[in-house]
């Protein structure tokens, strides 16, 4: 979906390839490269330490409106980005003679740690204000350090930031909450806030430790999972899209994956695209949905094994009653 901008912009679609991709001077295999998942998978076998990738892009925007168009000064970016490490760079891309745009971009193992997205910004001068963006692609790139397979879907990413005085100022009204799930984008990420509650962070990351903290650290664990898939199941059904007769369409990615889990458990007994049609009209009619959230909460619990683990630590305190006695 586009948002709305108070200037023109592209009508037309702005596309980005990645056409190859070489790392400390050797060229990676193009299997390693999917365009269909939009993902490049740096990692090889036999090669853990490596510097930098170079990536070989090549861009495709609307010509006629960028020729036509009211704007100026008219440039394409490539954007490398990662929210774990909070790095970013770019790279200007340049008109070819065959009318498309080429480029490349590095993307330095020492700048970042996991899965780097690649986009791409067409930014202009438009109404005498520059910088102003007017295209951008739909669907970002995915270059991942760590896999050996170009594979887009990832079932989640965790995040820690500082909500109180990070970067990240859109966090400053969640400063105090231990963590918050966001949804909108191709992966659901977690945000764990180092801030809100001093040690917690250390006590994740804890190796072992006394049975209250392993206890601890599984039950906030699962209660953060649980979180994760209640936010990624009301997501899913709140993006659903309808053909033309109005019937829900199954989504793609994570959250087909969402509701393709969850919807046995809060309608059981129902083949899943009845299920769908129920669930959505549901949610957009008022009937229902508030009763449904009950099952939801069970659906949730039940893939973050609430119960498991609760269970587990009755019986540790139990055991250490029972020891001290």
């Known amino acids: 979906m586009r948002a709305a901008i108070a200037y023109p912009t592209l009508f037309g679609d702005v596309d980005l390839e990645v056409v190859s991709v070489s790392v400390d001077g050797v060229d990676l295999p193009y299997a390693q490269i ?4 939009r993902t490049v998978a740096l990692h090889r076998g036999g090669r853990e330490k490596w510097e930098s990738a170079h990536l070989r892009l090549k861009a495709t925007l609307p ?3 960028i020729a036509d168009g009211p704007w100026s000064d008219l440039a394409v970016v490539a954007v490398v980005s990662e929210k774990v490490t909070n790095s970013r760079s770019t790279a200007q891309l340049n008109r070819g003679h065959d009318g498309f745009w080429h480029g490349g971009i590095e993307v330095s193992r020492l700048r970042h740690l996991n899965r780097v997205v690649l ?11 520059s910088g102003r963006m007017v295209g951008a692609t739909e669907r970002d790139w995915f270059v991942d350090l760590t896999a050996t ?12 930031a500082d909500f109180r005085e990070g970067p990240d100022e859109w966090l400053r009204p969640y400063q105090d909450s231990p963590w918050i799930v966001e949804t909108s984008g191709d992966i659901p990420t977690v945000y764990l806030n180092t801030a809100a509650v001093e040690g917690l962070i250390d006590l994740l990351h804890a190796p072992g430790g006394s049975a209250a903290e392993k206890m601890l650290r599984d039950m906030t664990a699962s209660q953060i999972a649980q979180d994760a898939w209640t936010a990624m199941f009301h997501t899913a059904v709140g993006d659903l899209e309808l053909d033309d007769d109005g019937t829900p369409l199954m989504p793609s990615g994570w959250r087909e994956s969402v509701l393709r889990s969850m919807l046995p458990d809060v309608l059981p007994g129902r083949q899943l695209t009845d299920a769908l049609y129920d669930i959505n009209e549901r949610r957009i009619k008022g009937f229902g949905w508030s009763e449904l959230q009950t099952s939801i909460q069970h659906a949730a619990g039940k893939r973050s094994q609430t119960t498991k683990k609760l269970t587990n630590a009755v019986r540790s305190i139990s055991v250490e009653k029972d020891s001290s006695r």
Do not use: F
């Open 63 to 65: 010509e006629k409106e």
């Open 149 to 160: 397979t170009p594979t887009r879907q990832r079932e989640l990413e965790i995040v820690e």
């Open 119 to 129: 986009s791409l910004a067409v930014v202009a001068t438009v109404d005498s204000m």
């Open 34 to 37: 999917s365009r269909l998942e």
